[in-house]
Structure formats: C-alpha cells, structure tokens
C-alpha cells in the first residue's frame, strides 16, 4: 500500500490526484472483484450443465436452460475480458502519461453487457414464473408486457451508446451517471423482478398450504418444496438488492458504481446459476423419508360374465 502511494506521488506531475486515485481504484479494485466472480460464476456455469444432464430434464426445458446460461457465460466473459484489457493498456508504459482514450469504448462495452445480462436474467424469471403457474398465460400477461418494453428501451439504450462521449478521467472529477434510456430501462427490469418475485411468492405459498393441508402425501414433500422456494426467493432478493444498489450509484455519480458496473454481469450470471445448482442439490423426498403408500380399494366386485368367470374380488392396489 505504501509502496502504491509512493508512486502515486511521484507520478502527481503526470496527471492530477484524482485521476491517479481513480486509476488505483478501477484497476485494482474493478479488477479484482471482477475476476473474482468470473471464476465463480465460470465453475457454477459447469456445475449448470453438468446437473442439467444429470438430471434429464425435458426437452424445451433443457434448451431454455442451457441458451440461458451460455449466453449469460458469454456476456460475462466479454464484460470482464473488457475491463482487464483495457485495465492493463492503461499501465504498460510506466514512464509515459496515461492513456485513457478507450476508457469510453470500454465503458460502452460494460454498460452494453449489464443491459444484455438482465434482459436474459429477466427472461428466464419471467419464464420460471409461468411455469410455476402451471403454463397460464393470462397470469403472466402483465409482466410479458413490460417485458417486451424492457427489451425495447434496452435496445434503445444500446443503440445511443456510441452517441456518448463517455466518462473521461482527466477533467471529470466524479463518474457521470446513466442516460434516460439507462435510466428508464432500469426502473422497468426492477419493476419486472418485483412483480415475478411477487408472482413466486404467492405460488410458492399457496401450494405449501395445499401441501400441508393434505394428509396423504409423503410428509417431507412439502418440507422439501419449501426449501427450494426459499432458494429460489432468496436468490431473487438478493438480485432485487443488486440492481436496487447499482441503481442507486449509477444516479448518484458515485464512484462505487466503477466497481458495481464492472462485476454486475458475473455477479447477476452468478445469482442465476447458484440458484439452478442451489435447487438442484436440494435433498430429494424419495431418498431422504419414506413414502407414503395409498391404497384404492373399489367399493363392490367386478363381475366378469363375459369371460364366464366369477364374481372377483379387486386385490388392493399400490400407488
């Protein structure tokens, strides 16, 4: 740390204080919380197709998944292979003055991949919330709707980011905050992961009473039901208290959204993919208590004169 302040001062005459304090900050900071959660998102990623595979699922849910995670792998990838490279251009001469003219291509490219990350992770909340509603469409039909305004303001948003000069260190002070289409398209997936939020929720909560009301079902099922609608909650709490976060930084100028905008794509594809591995991993019903055999007995004998048999007795039955 000394060592780093040391250089900070003797370079003062390159470039004002607090450009080199932001060059410490973004590199080392950005850099290392941005690695970070790419290694984990990566090895969650695996775990992801591993278990899909494992576990068999049906078709068109296999497929979903799988876009799902690799295109978020993808984005991931591109966001932190963005911030490193140009992190590490900025640095190779230590004798010459720091070059900061990719600095807005390399912010376009983070802010591209943030817009991207949660039009998917959005879609596949909005496609988690169907399916839990047993395929209802009219159910959904709201939050398809602002949806499909929330992929519209993200293109817009996406198309006006070579209009924009950027944040340059050398005369801003502070880190300038979103445009309005940013804006707006943040307001809109906020208002989306709440509503499917409260959608799973109410699902979630109406079932385990139903589960719980019936006395002839395997008494860990519901047990078991519940668990993976805690996971699936917690993972979209904790998603809604992310963006909430970065939301706030961004329309504030703060200097913290540098490092929440770096990582927010491997920190959103981290949430979505601990939440699959996390309800994968959940103890299963049929290898952790015994089931619950019922027994159907018909109320009188079938009588088979057809065949010129007797009378029969139905054995019962097990299910």
């Known amino acids: 740390m000394y060592i780093l302040l040391g250089a900070g001062w003797i370079q003062s005459s390159l470039a ?12 080392y900071v950005s850099r290392s919380s941005g690695l970070c ?39 991931a990838t591109v966001a932190v292979v963005a911030n490193l490279t140009f992190a590490t251009s900025i640095f190779k001469g230590s004798a010459e003055p720091i070059d900061f003219s990719k600095f807005s291509k390399t912010r376009n490219i983070g802010i591209g991949c943030i817009v991207v990350v949660l039009m998917i992770s959005d879609a596949f909340l909005l496609y988690r919330s169907y399916i839990l ?11 398809l709707l602002v949806l499909v305004t929330e992929f519209g303001v993200g293109l817009w948003s996406i198309i006006s980011l070579p209009q924009k000069n950027g944040v340059d260190p050398w005369t801003d002070h502070q880190p300038k905050s979103l445009s309005s289409a940013e804006t707006i398209f943040g307001f809109i997936s906020f208002a989306v992961n709440v509503m499917c939020t409260g959608l799973i929720i109410a699902r979630l909560w109406r079932s385990h009473r139903q589960l719980s009301a019936s006395g002839v079902i395997n008494l860990q099922s519901p047990r078991t039901y519940v668990q993976v609608g805690v996971i699936i909650i917690n993972s979209a709490a904790i998603n809604l208290v992310w963006m909430w976060c970065v939301f706030v930084s961004s329309t504030t100028s ?5 490092v929440f905008g770096n990582s927010f794509a491997c920190v959103t594809a981290l949430i979505f993919s601990t939440t699959i591995v996390s309800a994968s991993n959940a103890p299963s019903s049929e290898s952790s ?3 619950t055999k019922l027994h159907f007995r018909p109320r009188s004998s079938v009588e088979l004169s057809s065949l010129g048999k007797a009378d029969k007795q139905v054995a019962p039955e097990e299910v």
């Not at 576990?55 to 998944?65: A, G």
């Not at 703060?254 to 540098?258: L, N, T």
């Open 289 to 291: 208590a015994p089931g």
């Open 133 to 143: 509603y047993n395929c209802q469409p009219f159910v959904v039909f709201l939050p």
């Open 254 to 258: 703060s200097v913290v959204y540098e």
């Open 16 to 27: 004002p204080t607090h450009v080199l304090y932001y060059c410490f900050f973004h590199r």
């Open 37 to 75: 959660a790419y290694i984990a998102t990566f090895i969650k990623h695996i775990q992801i197709l591993v278990l899909v595979r494992r576990k068999k699922l049906p078709t068109k849910t296999f497929i979903y998944l799988s876009t799902a995670s690799f295109l978020l792998f993808v984005t």
